[in-house]
């Protein structure tokens, strides 16, 4: 994860801020990628249009009326974590992503090479509902953290996607950072499960 990013809140400890979002339309929906997407694309073992869904990064979610929320991850948390990027004037907030130029490398879910339509549909949608999966860690050293290894979010037509951003279960949710709820649900069991947020 991106220093800067360090010391947010997981989603658990976020209800406050992630209920300012709730009945929300998306606007934008933007990956920051650690690495230029062309860089990532070359990288890719499949299709660059997988490079939005995979590439290492936070999002941020620009919904109208209430600001931009950013989702990350930190590693030596296992979890997610999310933060106010921007609130509804604009105004920023500490560590905006969209300032991090060459550090961070923007990715429109709309990119006609980088990602695919499935994302481009999320925008417009209303959000209505936020969850976490959680994992049971089988590493003992993972016992005292958060574990909140997604942010769920559920929107009123799209369904509901999953930013699977905890750090020590990649292995098991694969190349995806970002997953739709059809893909997620068959690897949910008592190692990873999801509770409700809002």
């Known amino acids: 994860m991106i220093d800067q990013y360090k010391d947010q809140p997981t989603p658990s400890q976020s209800i406050p801020l992630l209920r300012t979002f ?31 869904e995979g590439t290492e990064g936070p999002l941020g ?31 920023l907030g500490a560590t905006p992503m ?34 976490i999966i959680k994992e049971n860690p089988i590493n003992p050293r993972l016992e005292n953290r958060p574990c909140e290894v997604a942010l769920c979010l559920s929107w009123q037509k799209n369904g509901k996607l999953a930013a699977i951003l905890g750090g020590q279960g ?8 970002l997953m739709l709820w059809n893909a997620v649900q068959p690897k949910l069991n008592s190692r990873f499960y999801e509770v409700p947020l809002l």
């Open 22 to 52: 709730l009945g929300r339309k998306l606007i934008s929906f933007t990956r920051y990628s650690i690495f230029p997407k062309e860089e990532a694309g070359a990288e890719m073992e499949e299709s660059p249009s997988r490079v939005f």
């Open 61 to 91: 979610l620009t919904f109208e009326g209430a600001g931009i929320l950013g989702v990350g991850e930190d590693d030596s948390l296992n979890s997610a974590i999310v933060w106010l990027d921007s609130d509804r004037n604009r105004r």
């Open 98 to 131: 969209s300032e991090k130029e060459g550090v961070l490398f923007p990715i429109e879910a709309s990119d006609p090479v980088f990602s695919q339509a499935k994302w481009r549909d999320f925008v417009g949608d209303q959000l209505i509902g936020m969850s």
């Open 170 to 177: 990649d292995d098991y949710w694969g190349f995806n950072k």
